[in-house]
Nanobody
Framework: QVQLVESGGGLVQAGGSLRLSCAAS??????????MGWFRQAPGKEREFVGI???????YYADSVKGRFTVSRDNAKNTVALQMNSLKPEDTAVYYC???????????????????WGQGTQVTVSS
């Protein structure tokens, strides 16, 4: 019914940049206003919020990435991107695209409030 496919992960040196992309498909995306964004999970840690962009264009970011990461999206194409600049070794993680219906409610920061997830893409930042 809903599929999220990420691309763009890889290995980069500290201070470098990467851009992740996520393409969404499925009838839900053409029927409802959706919030789309990103979470990440480092080895041995819980999945954590990175950033989100609502259907109306509002953005929310984790404090750890503010000023370095930017979430953008194309509502017409059902795509969302994560531009990551000034990367640090602590940004190393599997990054997941996530989406939820706007009307669902609940905190954008909580993984439990997202119904749709991509398969994840690895980002490794070397020191």
């Amino acid at each position: 019914q809903v599929q999220l496919v990420e691309s763009g992960g890889g290995l980069v040196q500290a201070g470098g940049s990467l851009r992740l992309s996520c393409a969404a498909s499925g009838r839900t995306f053409s029927s409802y206003a959706m919030a789309m964004g990103w979470f990440r999970q480092a080895p041995g840690k819980e999945r954590e919020f990175v950033g989100i962009r609502t259907f109306g264009g509002s953005t929310y970011y984790a404090d750890s990435v503010k000023g370095r990461f930017t979430v953008s999206r194309d509502n017409a194409k059902n795509t969302v991107a994560l531009q990551m600049n000034s990367l640090k070794p602590e940004d190393t993680a599997v990054y997941y695209c996530a989406a939820r219906r706007m009307e669902r409610g609940g905190s954008y920061y909580d993984t439990a409030n997202y119904a749709y997830w991509g398969q994840g893409t690895q980002v490794t930042v070397s020191s």
